[in-house]
């Protein structure tokens, strides 16, 4: 499911003619009201609860790579690789990542879900390629590269983006 | 004075603990305090006849009932307590086929993750401030998917795979032939 592909002709299509729109009363604003428009220190608070959060979450991130490297370097080792797991843990660490401001582990999350996506089975290439995606993710923790970077940071993103791009090619 | 978001009974569906709780958070101190979070699309169903919300917001991929099979199920089901009830999809998945499917099970809004707390508001005040009419169709029945430019919510993430970027990686010294080796390389000075 998680690395499901496009069904065929997924809009659906009515009948020429056949069609109601429905205007829906708003009774969300009036339950919210009779204030009006967003408050504007509740995304400063928000943050700032994020904020606070932010360096249990490094710990559990670090944690949570170097288990899936370790699973990653058993499956090397026994041949047998499951590459829906690493697909769903590499998609859980990229979605939290960002949020935690950790935007270049979430970049390269999604490098590997993209190349991780269309695979049956991954060949020697493939392998080495999601290595390299781990590895790049755990030093970038190990560093504590906060948002997209330097320069070389957004090198090695450049690099990665070339191997998906060349193995979906 | 501003909108009082703290009497509005919001459903979270999120199948991953750490994520739930982080939005969770994030909505109180947005002011939204009346959530009720399940672990997935079977849970929300039947915590729905206990507590009616009038937002969800959902992940997409949970078992064994998934974002787009319980938004499928509050727009036509016969137990759906309001077939209006305005739906926010969270996702991950922000591949253009995806997004489609997403809009045509009925979703009102996107959130693209990774989530931020402006994000996250702003789909909120979206659903507020800019209701859709909903269309009934021989094949469909959900917000009508005219008004928006879905293509908007892939947002920055989606120069990420762009091809100017591939471009500039042909351009580094050893080309794109020794990647691998380059990026331990670079991971070195990192």
Known sequence: ???????????????????????????????????????????DTAERIVESMKADYEKRLESE??????????????????????????????????????????????????????????????????????????????QRVKGTGPEVAQQIVQGLNAIVKKSSA | MAYNLENMQVQLIEDNRNMR?????????????????YENGRQAIDGIKEFVPDLIITDWMMAPVDGLEYTRHIRTSDNSPDIFTPIILMTGHTEKWRIIKARD??????????????????????????????????????????RLNWQEYMGPERRAMSDDRVELFDQMPGGAGNEVEDIERLLESL
């Open chain 2, 21 to 37: 709780e982080l939005v969770k958070m994030m909505l109180s101190a947005l002011g939204m305090k009346s959530v009720r979070d």
């Open chain 2, 105 to 146: 099970a009925g979703v009102n809004e996107l959130l693209a993750k990774p989530i931020t707390a402006r994000t996250l508001y702003d789909r909120v005040l979206a659903i507020i401030e800019k209701p859709r009419p909903f269309v009934r169709t021989r094949s469909f029945f959900g917000p009508c998917r005219r």
């Open chain 1, 65 to 142: 790579i170097r288990d899936l490297l370790e699973a990653f370097d058993k499956m090397r080792y026994g041949g047998d690789f499951d590459l829906d797991l690493l697909y769903d843990k590499s998609h859980e660490i990229r979605g939290e990542a960002g949020t935690f401001g950790y935007q270049l582990i979430s970049d390269i999350g999604k490098l590997l879900c993209e190349l991780l996506s269309p695979l049956e089975q991954a060949s020697a290439a493939e392998i080495e390629a999601i290595g390299a995606h781990l590895k790049a993710m755990q030093t970038v923790v190990a």
């Open chain 1, 1 to 43: 499911m998680p690395r499901a592909r496009p069904e065929e002709n997924t809009a659906p299509r009515g009948a020429p003619g056949d069609f109601e729109e429905i205007q829906v009363a708003n009774k969300l604003k009036i339950k919210v009201g009779p204030g009006v428009g967003a408050d504007p220190g509740a995304v």
